[in-house]
């Protein structure tokens, strides 16, 4: 088993910049794939940013040049790094570990953007 621990969310005044972590434990060389989601007010989870194991990285068009997926292998730990945040980036972000056969979710995060 896999779990995810995410961190680093808050309120923040647009314009500002969060990283977001997603602690790993657990049977963590099992994992293929770390995704980050976010499920805006009254939506579904929507995907964010992937990392591979081998550290490719890809993100939806909506958040390429604003948000950064990256990995320390050593702390088992993946980041989002997310800037000039705009207030229609509120949600709650989740980090996902795709294993074999099935995948782990975090509690998620709240990031809170004020104009």
Do not use: H
């Not at 770390?34 to 009254?42: A, E, T």
């Amino acid at each position: 088993q896999v779990q995810l621990v995410e961190s680093g969310g808050g309120l923040v005044q647009a314009g500002g910049s969060l990283r977001l972590s997603c602690a790993a434990s657990g049977s963590t060389a099992s994992i293929n794939f770390i995704r980050w989601y976010r499920q805006l007010p009254g939506n579904q989870r929507g995907l964010v940013a992937t990392i591979s194991r081998g550290g490719t990285t890809s993100y939806v068009d909506s958040v390429k040049g604003r948000f950064t997926i990256s990995r320390d292998n050593a702390k088992n730990t993946v980041y989002l790094q997310i800037n000039t945040l705009k207030p229609e980036d509120t949600a709650v972000y989740y980090c996902m570990a795709v294993v074999p056969r099935t995948q782990y979710w975090g509690q998620g995060t709240q990031v809170t953007v004020s104009s």
